[in-house]
């Protein structure tokens, strides 16, 4: 998907959320434990329910990988579901990888052509040729980690090197890349204050900001130092969503958290 189209859908729609798709058995309502697969069957009645309020959604690894091949299957059911239902959905395989360059050519394979996701997240820290593999694919996105929504996040991330905090020494070098229009970003909703700084370096690029709702980051503040002129965000929650009820009401539930997202977010749209 071009970054163009997803900033048509973001005005057509009047939304920039990101449904967080980290499906959980522990916490799905106890009467889809019967289904067969019961992971597919929680996010295809999210997505069905929630599709018109949002234009991305982030399956996170971790919450699939727990669940061994079972769990593969129902990610690879999701992301297929997504892309012939609502191709039009920016979709996210939140996987944090990166690895020497001849390793990450396979997990930008894995994520780009087998599964068919429009974007990864990847950690910067293995540097250039970690990441110029995944920047090497068309009409895909690299979303880098820059500033994280954790406490740990000031472990190192905000730490000075060479008279600069590690986090925007990640942003300009990264910029150096090859192919670095494919590089989104990740900056958490709990560190909003830093996002002026940040649009200095990065004045256009599009930023996946995880954090609101059940990390607490504010969505208006958000707004207020990190839209650009093309909007520029993508605002992330996921348990907020997708938990809101555990009764067979799930997925109307989560479209109401949803809609009250959207139409937050549609007042900022209006305000620029
Ligand atoms: O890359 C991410 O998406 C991410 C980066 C970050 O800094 N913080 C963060 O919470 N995330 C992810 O965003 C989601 C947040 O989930 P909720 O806190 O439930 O909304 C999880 O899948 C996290 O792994």
Sequence with gaps: MTTQFLVEQIRKKESFLCIGLDTDLDKVPEHLLEEEDP???????????THHLCVAYKPNMA???????????????????????????????????????????RYAKAFFEDLGF???????????????????????HTILLALT??????????????????YKQVLETSQTYENSENL?????????????????????????????????????EVCKYGMTKDIGLLVNSSRGIIYASNGVDFAQAAAVKAKELQLQMRMELNKE
């Design 39 to 49: 992971i597919f069957a929680f996010n295809k009645a999210i997505i069905d329910a």
């Design 63 to 105: 919450f699939y990988e727990a669940y061994g091949i079972k769990g593969w299957k129902a990610l690879e059911k999701t992301i297929t579901y997504l892309n012939s239902h609502y191709p039009e959905q920016f979709t996210i395989a939140d996987a944090k990888r990166g690895d020497i360059g001849n390793t990450s050519t």
């Design 118 to 140: 429009d974007s990864v997240t990847i950690a910067p820290y293995m540097g250039k040729d970690s990441v110029e593999p995944f920047l090497a694919f068309k009409e895909k």
């Design 149 to 166: 929504s954790n406490l740990g996040a000031f472990d190192f991330q905000t730490k000075m090197v060479d008279g600069k905090e590690l």
């Design 184 to 220: 989104m970003y990740v900056v958490g909703a709990t560190k909003a204050e830093f996002l002026k700084e940040i649009r200095n370096i990065i004045p256009d690029s599009f930023l996946l900001v995880p954090g609101v709702g059940a990390q607490g980051g504010s969505l208006k």
